[in-house]
Nanobody, 131 residues
Framework: QVQLVESGGGLVQPGGSLRLSCTASGFTLDEYAIPWFRQAPGKEREGVACISRSNGDTYYADSVKGRFTISRDNAKNTAYLQMDNLKPEDTAVYYC????????????????????????WGQGTQVTVSS
Protein backbone atom coordinates (compact mmCIF):
# COMPACT_ATOMS: atom_id res chain seq x y z
CA GLN A 1 0.00 0.00 0.00
CA VAL A 2 1.38 3.37 -1.08
CA GLN A 3 1.20 5.77 1.82
CA LEU A 4 2.68 8.98 3.17
CA VAL A 5 2.35 9.66 6.87
CA GLU A 6 3.14 13.00 8.46
CA SER A 7 3.93 13.42 12.15
CA GLY A 8 5.41 15.97 14.52
CA GLY A 9 2.71 18.61 14.56
CA GLY A 10 1.41 20.18 17.73
CA LEU A 11 0.94 23.35 19.74
CA VAL A 12 3.92 25.67 20.10
CA GLN A 13 4.42 29.21 21.32
CA PRO A 14 5.50 31.97 18.93
CA GLY A 15 9.22 31.80 18.38
CA GLY A 16 9.27 28.06 19.03
CA SER A 17 10.25 25.16 16.79
CA LEU A 18 8.78 21.96 15.47
CA ARG A 19 10.09 19.25 13.16
CA LEU A 20 7.63 17.53 10.90
CA SER A 21 8.34 14.11 9.45
CA CYS A 22 6.96 12.54 6.29
CA THR A 23 7.50 8.79 6.09
CA ALA A 24 6.74 6.76 3.01
CA SER A 25 5.62 3.16 2.87
CA GLY A 26 5.01 0.99 -0.15
CA PHE A 27 7.41 2.96 -2.35
CA THR A 28 10.83 4.60 -2.32
CA LEU A 29 10.75 8.25 -1.40
CA ASP A 30 13.98 9.12 -3.22
CA GLU A 31 12.26 8.55 -6.58
CA TYR A 32 10.31 11.77 -6.07
CA ALA A 33 10.61 15.43 -5.32
CA ILE A 34 8.97 16.08 -1.95
CA PRO A 35 7.03 19.31 -1.45
CA TRP A 36 5.39 20.43 1.77
CA PHE A 37 2.14 22.38 1.64
CA ARG A 38 -0.04 23.94 4.30
CA GLN A 39 -3.65 25.01 4.54
CA ALA A 40 -5.00 27.39 7.13
CA PRO A 41 -8.74 27.64 7.88
CA GLY A 42 -10.51 29.59 5.17
CA LYS A 43 -7.40 29.82 3.01
CA GLU A 44 -6.14 28.03 -0.06
CA ARG A 45 -3.46 25.39 0.21
CA GLU A 46 -0.01 26.91 -0.29
CA GLY A 47 3.37 25.38 -0.94
CA VAL A 48 6.06 26.15 1.62
CA ALA A 49 9.10 24.11 0.62
CA CYS A 50 10.31 21.44 -1.75
CA ILE A 51 13.37 19.18 -2.01
CA SER A 52 14.33 17.82 -5.39
CA ARG A 53 14.69 14.18 -6.29
CA SER A 54 18.03 14.20 -8.03
CA ASN A 55 20.48 16.44 -6.21
CA GLY A 56 18.60 17.50 -3.11
CA ASP A 57 18.20 21.12 -4.16
CA THR A 58 15.81 22.95 -1.87
CA TYR A 59 13.22 25.62 -2.58
CA TYR A 60 11.24 27.79 -0.19
CA ALA A 61 8.32 30.15 -0.30
CA ASP A 62 9.35 33.66 0.71
CA SER A 63 6.94 33.45 3.63
CA VAL A 64 9.08 30.78 5.33
CA LYS A 65 12.55 31.31 3.85
CA GLY A 66 15.18 31.57 6.55
CA ARG A 67 12.91 29.93 9.13
CA PHE A 68 12.04 26.54 7.62
CA THR A 69 14.49 23.87 6.46
CA ILE A 70 13.52 20.90 4.32
CA SER A 71 15.64 17.75 4.22
CA ARG A 72 15.42 14.07 3.44
CA ASP A 73 16.94 10.87 4.76
CA ASN A 74 16.63 8.32 1.99
CA ALA A 75 17.88 5.53 4.22
CA LYS A 76 14.90 6.13 6.50
CA ASN A 77 12.54 6.79 3.57
CA THR A 78 11.61 10.01 5.36
CA ALA A 79 11.55 13.72 4.60
CA TYR A 80 11.58 16.44 7.23
CA LEU A 81 10.46 20.02 7.63
CA GLN A 82 12.29 21.83 10.43
CA MET A 83 10.32 24.91 11.40
CA ASP A 84 12.00 27.55 13.56
CA ASN A 85 10.92 30.97 14.80
CA LEU A 86 7.30 29.99 14.27
CA LYS A 87 4.68 32.70 13.96
CA PRO A 88 0.91 32.60 14.57
CA GLU A 89 0.41 32.91 10.81
CA ASP A 90 2.17 29.56 10.37
CA THR A 91 -0.84 27.87 11.99
CA ALA A 92 -2.21 25.37 9.47
CA VAL A 93 -2.52 21.73 8.56
CA TYR A 94 0.75 20.69 6.95
CA TYR A 95 0.88 18.09 4.18
CA CYS A 96 3.72 16.37 2.40
CA UNK A 97 3.35 14.99 -1.09
CA UNK A 98 5.24 13.33 -3.91
CA UNK A 99 5.88 15.23 -7.12
CA UNK A 100 7.96 14.79 -10.27
CA UNK A 101 9.87 18.06 -9.86
CA UNK A 102 10.05 21.03 -7.51
CA UNK A 103 8.22 23.97 -9.06
CA UNK A 104 9.30 27.35 -7.65
CA UNK A 105 8.43 30.67 -9.25
CA UNK A 106 7.80 34.32 -8.48
CA UNK A 107 4.24 35.60 -8.41
CA UNK A 108 3.51 39.23 -7.61
CA UNK A 109 7.10 39.65 -6.46
CA UNK A 110 6.95 36.75 -4.02
CA UNK A 111 8.67 33.38 -4.33
CA UNK A 112 6.18 30.54 -4.13
CA UNK A 113 6.26 26.75 -4.31
CA UNK A 114 3.71 25.24 -6.64
CA UNK A 115 2.51 21.71 -7.24
CA UNK A 116 3.65 20.19 -10.53
CA UNK A 117 2.31 16.66 -10.88
CA UNK A 118 1.39 15.48 -7.42
CA UNK A 119 1.27 11.73 -7.04
CA UNK A 120 0.39 11.09 -3.40
CA TRP A 121 -0.64 13.20 -0.43
CA GLY A 122 -0.22 12.55 3.24
CA GLN A 123 -3.14 12.91 5.63
CA GLY A 124 -1.79 16.12 7.18
CA THR A 125 -0.60 17.16 10.63
CA GLN A 126 -1.90 20.16 12.57
CA VAL A 127 0.52 22.91 13.59
CA THR A 128 -0.81 25.56 15.94
CA VAL A 129 1.31 28.54 16.95
CA SER A 130 -0.24 30.38 19.86
CA SER A 131 0.64 31.83 23.22
Amino acid sequence: QVQLVESGGGLVQPGGSLRLSCTASGFTLDEYAIPWFRQAPGKEREGVACISRSNGDTYYADSVKGRFTISRDNAKNTAYLQMDNLKPEDTAVYYCATDIICAWTVIAGEGVVLPSQIGSWGQGTQVTVSS
